[in-house]
C-alpha cells in the first residue's frame, strides 16, 4: 500500500464522524492528534511523550473509557513542559462526540500499512492528507494551500543556498519552507554532503515560519515535525508587534491571505504606509525584512489588486521598486486556487544594498491569457511553467522569443501611475472591438491620476502651512 492509498483511506475515515456534525478541517485537526502519537512509535522517538499518554495506552480501551481519556490525554499533553507538545496540542480538545466513531479511527489508523508509509516518508503522508484537505471545496482550508507545482518552480527560481535564511511570513501549513528544504536536500543528498554544523543549521535555523490561525499553525508544526525541520515556526500575527523577529533574511516565499483586515483596521506593526489592505502590508513587511545586500531576494504570491491599486498602492510600489529589483512578475492563470475568481501573480525581486532606484526594468511573463481553465479535470503541471522558467533563466531576456514576455522601463511604468497592471497579451477569445481599452481601467487611471494630483496638494498645504507658521514665529 503506497501512501496515496494510505491518504485516502485516512481521508474516507472522515465519513465516520459525518452523524457528528464534524466538518473537514476539524477531521484533520483530530487525526493530526492521533497521527502524531502514531507517527512518534512509528519513528521510534515517543520518549518526549510521558509514557502513559503513548500510543499504545489509546488501543487498551474502548468505549467512555476511551474517549474520557483521551480527553484528559489532550488537556495534560497541552500543558506539557515539552515545548513541541505544548505547541501540538495548545488548547487541543475533541469534536469526536461517539466513542465508539473515536475507537474506530483509532483502529484504523494502527491497521494502515506503516512500514510502505515510512518507506515513502512520513512528511510525504501528511503533506498528501493536507492536499487532500486543500481539494475538498467544502473544507475552506484552499486558503492556506498553494498548488505544489506552484510552490516547486517558486522554490527552484528563486534558488535557496545551503547557509541562508529562509523565512515564509504566512507559513500555511509550510509548504513553502518544506519545498525549500527537499530543494537543497535534494542537492545534497539529505544534507550528508555537509559537515555537521551546516547539517545542524539546515535542520535547526535555515526554515522559519509565522502563521496566524492557531489550527493551522497546528498543522505547520506538524509537517515540519516530520520533515525534520525544527526551525522557528511561531503562532502570531505578522502584521503586528508578534512580527518584529521577521528581519534579516536571504530568502522569502510566501503566499499571503486574500481580503482586507477585519473591520478595515490598520496593521498594528509599525509600518511606512499604513492601509487595511493585508496583501500590501505584508508586501511591506516582505521587502523590508530581506537584508540590504544585494542578494537576499523574495518571491510573493499577491492578486491583481496589489498591482493597481492607487494612492497608497502606488507609493508602496514605489518604495518596493526603489529598495529593490522588481525584475519579474509572473501573471498566473485563473482557477489554480479555491477561489476561482481570484486572479494572481507571483512578484519575484531581489533587495538592493541602497534604498533608491533598484529596479531599471521589469519583464513579465502572461501565463493568464489563452490558457485552459484549471482545476480537477485539467490540474497544472510544472510543464504549464516550462516556456516562463526558461525565459526567467535565460542569459539574455530580450533573445527570448515568446509573445508572453515582454519589458517595461522603469521610466514607462511611472508614466502608467506606477500600476504594475501590465504584460498581458491580446486574448484571442474575444471579438476585435472587446480588445479595445478597458473602460474600467481608464477609470481606475484617471482615478489614480486624482490621487497623485491630491497627493501633491497635500503636500503643498503642509508646506504653506510650515511656512505660515515660521513667520508667526519671525512676527
Not at 457528528?20 to 487525526?31: K, S
Not at 489532550?74 to 473515536?102: C, F, H, V, W
Not at 545542524?200 to 516530520?226: P, Y
Not at 502606488?314 to 481570484?342: E, S, W
Request: aromatic share 10%; glycine share 6%.
Amino acid at each position: 500500500m503506497n501512501n496515496q492509498e494510505i491518504v485516502q483511506k485516512l481521508w474516507n475515515l472522515c465519513n465516520v464522524l459525518r452523524d457528528d456534525g464534524i466538518t473537514y478541517q476539524q477531521y484533520v485537526t483530530e487525526l493530526t492528534y492521533l497521527l502524531f502519537l502514531k507517527m512518534m512509535k512509528e519513528q521510534g522517538t515517543e520518549e518526549v511523550i510521558p509514557e502513559q499518554y503513548r500510543w499504545d495506552s489509546l488501543l487498551k480501551l474502548d468505549g467512555l473509557e476511551l474517549k474520557s481519556f483521551y480527553q484528559k490525554l489532550l488537556l495534560e499533553l497541552g500543558n506539557s513542559k515539552n515545548k513541541m507538545l505544548r505547541q501540538i496540542y495548545s488548547d487541543a480538545s475533541t469534536s469526536i462526540a461517539e466513542p465508539k466513531n473515536l475507537e474506530k479511527i483509532i483502529k484504523s489508523i494502527d491497521a494502515l500499512d506503516w512500514y510502505n508509509a515510512k518507506e515513502e516518508g512520513l512528511g510525504n503522508l501528511y503533506e498528501g492528507l493536507l492536499e487532500k484537505n486543500a481539494s475538498e471545496k467544502k473544507s475552506g482550508a484552499g486558503q492556506y494551500f498553494t498548488p505544489r507545482v506552484l510552490i516547486d518552480v517558486m522554490v527552484k527560481l528563486i534558488d535557496p543556498q545551503v547557509g541562508e535564511r529562509c523565512n515564509d511570513p504566512a507559513a500555511g501549513t509550510f509548504g513553502f519552507m518544506i519545498a525549500a528544504d527537499q530543494y537543497l536536500k535534494n542537492k545534497t543528498d539529505d544534507y550528508f554532503d555537509l559537515d555537521p554544523q551546516e547539517a545542524e543549521f539546515q535542520k535547526k535555523e535555515a526554515f522559519t515560519g509565522m502563521e496566524l490561525v492557531k489550527d493551522t499553525h497546528r498543522l505547520a508544526l506538524m509537517n515540519a515535525l516530520l520533515h525534520n525541520i525544527e526551525g522557528r515556526l511561531e503562532q502570531g500575527d505578522s502584521l503586528s508587534t508578534n512580527g518584529d523577529w521577521l528581519k534579516n533574511f536571504d530568502v522569502i516565499l510566501t503566499n499571503p491571505p486574500f481580503g482586507t483586515k477585519k473591520g478595515g483596521e490598520r496593521a498594528t506593526k509599525e509600518l511606512t504606509y499604513e492601509t487595511s489592505n493585508k496583501q500590501l502590508n505584508f508586501l511591506q513587511v516582505i521587502y523590508n525584512a530581506l537584508k540590504d545586500d544585494g542578494k537576499a531576494r523574495a518571491a510573493v504570491v499577491l492578486p491583481d489588486n496589489v498591482l493597481f491599486e492607487s494612492g497608497i498602492g502606488a507609493q508602496i510600489r514605489r518604495d518596493l521598486m526603489d529598495k529593490c529589483n522588481l525584475h519579474t512578475i509572473l501573471r498566473l492563470p485563473t482557477g489554480i486556487f479555491y477561489a476561482q475568481g481570484v486572479k494572481t501573480n507571483v512578484l519575484f525581486f531581489t533587495r538592493g544594498t541602497m534604498d533608491k532606484k533598484n529596479t531599471k526594468e521589469v519583464w513579465v511573463y502572461d501565463l493568464r491569457t489563452n490558457m485552459p481553465s484549471f482545476g480537477k479535470r485539467t490540474p497544472l503541471t510544472e510543464a504549464h511553467f516550462g516556456n516562463f522558467m526558461k525565459a526567467y533563466q535565460a542569459e539574455d531576456r530580450s533573445k527570448v522569443q515568446d509573445e508572453r514576455w515582454n519589458v517595461f522601463t522603469r521610466e514607462e511604468i511611472a508614466k502608467k501611475y506606477d500600476s504594475l497592471d501590465i504584460g498581458l497579451i491580446a486574448d484571442e477569445s474575444l471579438a476585435s472591438y472587446d480588445n479595445l481599452p478597458d473602460p474600467i481601467k481608464s477609470v481606475e487611471e484617471a482615478i489614480a491620476k486624482l490621487q497623485q494630483a491630491m497627493d501633491l496638494l497635500n503636500e503643498v498645504v503642509i508646506e504653506l502651512r510650515a511656512v505660515e507658521e515660521d513667520v508667526e514665529v519671525v512676527e
